[in-house]
Structures are given as C-alpha cells and as structure tokens.
C-alpha cells in the first residue's frame, strides 16, 4: 500500500527528510538484521490521517523494532554516518533499548522482545523474540501495529487499522490491566487525546480487575513493598497524563471508569478534582503534587508513588500547616492576633512557599492569613539594618539580631493598620 512506502510516510512526517527512512533500512541490513519496523504512535497516526486528512501528525520521536542486537545497530548506524551525528542519548541494556538522536531527530531503537509476569504488577521477565511476538506484548490494539520497513508493508494481528476506523480502544489481553495496571491510565491518556472509547471488553476488564483487586499489595500496605506498576510506574504514567493537554477529559474518564481508585478512593470520589487541579495549574503548583495532597493521606501517597524528595517536603510542609491551622480554628483567639503575632508563627511553622500556596489552594479555612504572609508579610524588612545599629553603639551580639526582628514585627504591624 502506498500508505506505508516510506517515501509517501517522509511526505506526510515533515520532519522526516527524503532518503531517511531507507538509511536506517540500509544500516539493518549491513549489520545482517533482517526484520526493522516503525511501531508505536506513528503508526497509529498515519492511519488516522489517511481517514481523516484534517488529522495533525504531532511528531515526537521515531519509534524503531529490530529483530537483532540493537548495540550492533547503532554501531552501523555510526559507521555508516559518523559517531558525531549518531548520539547515544540513553541505553538500557536489560529491556534491550536505546534511545538517539541523529541531525535533531530522535529515534528509539528496541530490539524485539516477548514480556512475561510472573508476579501481577511488576515488572516483567523479557527475552528476544521476533516482532510480531512484540506485537503481541503490547498493550491496545490501536498500539499493535507495525510498518515493515523492508516489505513496506503493515503488521496488524490485533485488527488496529478497523479500530482506529471505528475509535474504539481495546486490551490485547484479558490479563492486560492484572499484569500492568498503568495500562488504565494510559487508556484515558489515548481516549482523551484521539476522542477514542474504550469498548465494553475494556471497561469491563478494568471494574472487574480493580474490583477483585488481584495484587498481593493493598493500598495502606508498607509503600517499599508496592509493585512497581503502584508505585513509580503509576506516578510516570499519571504524570504524562497531567502534563497533556487533554488532562481534563483524561481525569474524568478515569473517575468515569471507577479507576482512580487504583490511585486513592478519596481521589476517585472527589467531583471537583478537575476544579482543584486546574487551580493549582493556575498556580503555578506542579499538578501532580496538587493532585497527591488532595488524597486520603497525601504524606502515604507521596511515598508509594516514589515522589521526589522536593515534592514531598512541599507536601510535608503543607500538611503541618492543615495541622497546626485545624487545631487553631476551633479556638477564635486567634481572631485577636496582630499580623506580627501571625508572622511569628507561621515562620516558626518553618515550611516553603510552596507548601503555603499548597495549603491555600486547598482552600483552607483560615487561608486569608496564609495569603497575608505570602505575599505581603514575609517581604516586609525591618526599617534598620545590623551596620546602623552598630554605628549608633550597639556591640555585635544577639541583641542586635533580635532588635532587627522586633523593628520588622513593629513595621509589619504599622502596615497593616485597618
């Protein structure tokens, strides 16, 4: 077919130049690899757009499977081009992938591989295989494809061209979300991004797994023993998710689903979510930190998902405010407190900013006095410095410290006079 020559796919890719394609075909068959493909995304999209001309390729990366030794690969590839326009970006010898970039193009480059879980939400055992044993370890049929760079030709063992023909997204397996739950987020990330369904096959797959709950873990559980597929896998996937564009409907489909239960029950059941995160993207907050801290116990939540050590101080910090805020609302002394007194206190809290606008976007109660320190009490200084001090005859020493605080408390005060 014509659609899948690869002068006809350098046309539709602009990014692509004439002759690329043929030059990564060339290098296989002189490092004697006799099967190489394009999978993933590009396909998928090339389909799209011979359905639907208006369709824009948004091109990323090339997505490349080799049935053969990918370090013998790109050492043609090098030899053929020079080392200094084939760049080695990252190579992970135990799945058998590398990632490249040549003259600005990046390629990733897996050598063809078959999965197997021994254990239900880690990550699997891999051997090499041929490519349409790839195929088949992947995880939607609008996904399970190849363009046979050799025959120019399409591999479709899932029937993903009709798929994409009728927008319907389907598991490959009846055990894909037991072996690898990320697949459901992924599955909202594709829906939302393509106006795809998931067809009834999937959507029961999904209630009838998270509802049997097939993992040895349980959320409550130790964090360090969390399957990977629970724990930093699923924060790389939700994370994808809240970075696109169409992490709205994304959202709402996987609380549609039932599926944010995978992440936190509070999460799932929470009808402003969407509301609360588009707030904190407003904000400035990173989305995934807001979308943790809204959970049941955010601190927990932050350790399975292996946030970095940033994000969970700022969550940290933010529920030692809720804390000290909480018990404060029930005693309305604090309703007497000058923005001095208030100054003191949040500062001796000790937590970043933050942790702050954390707290204030989840619309804490008392969040007028965060708000009031945030942005006007903390850059308030005090009128005098250490040096005038020290010329009018003060001898260093603490005191000198604690004049320059009460100064800036007294200014603080005077500012902010009703």
Known sequence: MELFDKAKIEDEIRELPAGFLTILLDAAASANINSIAIVGGV????????KNQNFEIIFNDLDLVIEGDTSIYIKELQRLLGPETVKVIRN???YKTLEIIINGIKIDIAAAREENYPIPGENPIVKLSTIKDDLIRRDFNINAMAIDLKENKVIDLFSGFDAICNMKIDFLHESSVLDDPTRIIRA?????????NLSNQALRQIKETLNLWPWNWQIGDNTDLAPTALSIRLKMELELLLKSTYWETALKNLQTWGALIIVDSKLQNDQRLIEKIFIAKKSNIEPLTALVYESEEPIYLA????LNQKQQQTIEGASKLNKYLRNLADNYIYRKWSPSKWTRILEEINVSESSFKLEIWKENPLKEYLKHWLFNWKNIESPIKGDDLIANGWLPGPEIGEEIKRQRMKLIDEENIN
């Open 43 to 50: 396909v998928r999209d090339l389909i799209t757009k011979s």
């Open 92 to 94: 992970n010898k135990a």
């Open 188 to 196: 909202s990330r594709y829906s939302a991004k393509l106006n795809f």
């Open 303 to 306: 350790k399975r998902l292996h």
